[in-house]
């Protein structure tokens, strides 16, 4: 069975410019999620998805980001336009059915390298 | 709010030394606690998880208990090897509302040397 993925692996852009990442989740998979990694630091939450509908948004940092799930299938994260401080490292992850008592296993991709110069 | 805070890296090992981890965490309620890794060039991986106080959390020679009196999660092995050289991420589910998004620690390096 195919793990999650991403695309691209890495992306370099120039500031003021727009990027549009990608990912695929486990098939069957109802939850995905965004997280991203600035500069080394912790892991932090983006939003989620179950199917196309977002269930929680309140990780995106501004307006210049645009999360899209539609058909509940893939998901595409758009940054417009880009600034500096949004290089990073982009996870997705996915899971099944959500498990409000033990929390359910999300399954990551090997992330996007976003560089904006 | 939630949070978790593991200890600062790198850290750095001889094979098969004993590898301790510290993972402390702020929360309300009841969360789950994981400890993910990610190997060079690689996604997250889910190492072990433990969803309730005492569990103990296990895979790959690596443990790690749920105490919940002193609020940690320490991530333990007992012989380390040079494959194990990767960064170790602690984190835990915040049950808030309707969804399971992880918090997660800074993540610590660790390199293992043969």
């Known amino acids: 069975e195919a793990g999650v993925t991403q695309f691209p692996s890495h992306s370099v852009i120039e500031k003021g410019q727009t990027v549009t990442l990608r990912c695929d989740p486990i098939?069957?998979?109802?939850?995905l999620y965004w997280y991203r990694r600035v500069m080394g630091k912790e892991i932090k939450f983006l939003l989620h998805f179950v199917k196309e509908s977002k269930q929680d948004e309140s990780g995106m940092p501004n307006n210049r980001f645009l999360a899209e799930r539609t058909g509940g299938t893939y998901s595409t994260l758009k940054v417009q336009p880009a600034e500096l401080e949004d290089s990073g490292v982009y996870f997705c992850?996915?899971?099944?059915?959500?498990?409000?008592?033990?929390?359910?296993?999300?399954?990551f991709g090997p992330g996007t390298r976003l560089t904006v110069l | 709010g939630n949070s978790v805070t593991q200890m600062e890296g790198p850290v750095t090992l001889s094979e098969e030394a004993f590898l301790t981890i510290n993972c402390t965490y702020t929360?309300?309620?009841?969360?789950?606690l994981f400890w993910y890794v990610q190997y060079p060039g690689e996604g997250l991986q889910l190492l072990l998880k433990a969803t309730k106080a005492d569990d103990k959390g296990s895979n790959k020679g690596f443990e790690a208990t749920y105490r919940k009196e002193t609020t940690s999660f320490h991530l333990e092995k007992g012989s380390v090897q040079v494959s194990d050289s990767a960064v170790y991420f602690c984190a835990l589910s915040d049950h808030g509302g309707a969804t399971n998004k992880l918090i997660f620690g800074t993540g610590t390096l660790l390199a293992v040397q043969p």
């Open positions: 929360a309300t309620g009841y969360p789950s």
């Open positions: 098939s069957g998979h109802d939850n």
């Open positions: 992850a996915s899971s099944q059915e959500p498990d409000f008592i033990r929390g359910d296993t999300q399954y």
